[in-house]
């Protein structure tokens, strides 16, 4: 499936795989991600990087762009947000009521270098 990606970015950016999902970064960009095991103000290489962007230049991985990387300084530990699960099976009285919060890690993206 083709990714169309708009060339007019001036600043230098990223596609990062983290946590099974994939993530558009830039500098200074702060995002969640799921839990990583650093404790809180460490740092953090992410070293699988799908796509490394300028306004002139583009760097595509097959899967990864071999040498490049995004270093991120971990901010904070936090959770996300409830969700319910209810399940429930007509006619049968069967009713049951869960609930589940992600743990997430705010990361602020510090550097990108591309090889």
Known sequence: MPVFVN????????VIKTGGKQYK???????KVE?????????IDLD????????KTTKIGD????????????????RGPKITIFKKKRRQNYRRKKG??????LIQITDIKAA
């Open 63 to 78: 899967p990864l762009v071999k040498g490049a990387t995004v270093a991120a300084k971990i901010v904070a530990h936090v």
């Open 25 to 31: 970064v830039q500098k200074d960009d702060k995002i």
């Open 100 to 105: 589940h919060r992600q743990d997430l890690t």
């Open 7 to 14: 060339m007019m970015v001036k600043t230098m950016f990223a």
């Open 35 to 43: 839990k990583l095991d650093v404790e809180e103000g460490g740092s």
């Open 48 to 55: 699988e990087v799908l796509f490394v962007g300028d306004g």
